[in-house]
């Protein structure tokens, strides 16, 4: 079985600090992560996925996460928040059984202060 | 390329009425799914679809129907409404089903059932 927990519902950084969302996960077989970025009245979009290349995955707009097997976590970081990041994030998890087994994490609402 | 639209953006019901959530994908993608969003619970799998006249149940399928006689098309069926689906429907497609394949999600419909 496979979960996805998300520290955090809500995070609040101001504009240039660091951006850091958790994200744990546990699954019976090597796993596929992602995270997905919702932005206010829109659909989900993918920002970044681990498929077991590279353990640290950079994605769209300054982010990266890194898939620590030890710690089973995958976290989302960029070094400098922008009013624009301002979203909800979603971590998700597949093992090799299939998109239909996608599990997702309840989501990190990011605030970010001018 | 529209990539998944879904239609109506927004809806009312009150209980015991009937209504069917449309989704179109234009990028030829086989796999198709339906998520609703609930807040704090991040999305949970109602149905999918691995092809035209191919459908199976996900997490959450009690109280949907679904159908697909085309690629492009996947319309969700609410036959009796009940106040317990109040929630923001989300269509998603993927071309393949391997774990790896990231899903392209559509904006969304928000349903209030009164």
């Known amino acids: 079985a496979q979960s996805v927990t998300q520290l955090g519902s809500h995070v609040s950084v101001s504009e240039g600090a660091l951006v850091l969302l958790r994200c744990n996960y546990s699954?019976?077989?090597?796993?596929?992560l992602f995270w997905y970025v919702q932005y206010p009245n829109q659909g989900l979009q993918l920002l970044l996925k681990y498929t077991s290349a590279a353990t640290l995955v950079k994605g769209i707009n300054g982010f990266e996460a890194e898939f620590k097997k030890s710690e089973t976590s995958f976290h989302l970081t960029k070094p400098s928040a922008h009013m624009s990041d301002a979203a909800e994030y979603f971590c998700a998890v597949t093992g090799n059984t299939g998109g239909f087994k996608t599990i997702f994490g309840a989501g990190t609402r990011l605030f970010v202060k001018a | 390329n529209a990539g998944v639209t879904q239609t109506p953006k927004f809806r009312i019901l009150k209980i015991g009425q009937s209504m069917t959530l449309q989704c179109t994908q234009d990028m030829n993608h086989n796999y198709m799914y339906w998520y609703r969003q609930d807040p704090g619970m991040g999305l949970k799998l109602i149905y999918y679809?691995?092809?035209?006249?191919?459908?199976d149940k996900g997490e959450v399928p009690n109280g949907y129907n679904v159908s697909r006689s085309t690629t492009e098309d996947f319309p969700l069926r609410l036959e009796l409404a009940a106040p317990s689906q109040t929630s923001v429907y989300f269509c998603?497609?993927?071309?393949?089903?391997?774990?790896?394949?990231?899903?392209?999600f559509g904006p969304g419909t928000r349903l209030l059932v009164l």
């Open positions: 998603a497609s993927s071309y393949g089903a391997e774990g790896s394949e990231t899903q392209y």
């Open positions: 699954s019976s077989v090597p796993p596929y």
């Open positions: 679809s691995v092809g035209a006249g191919i459908t």
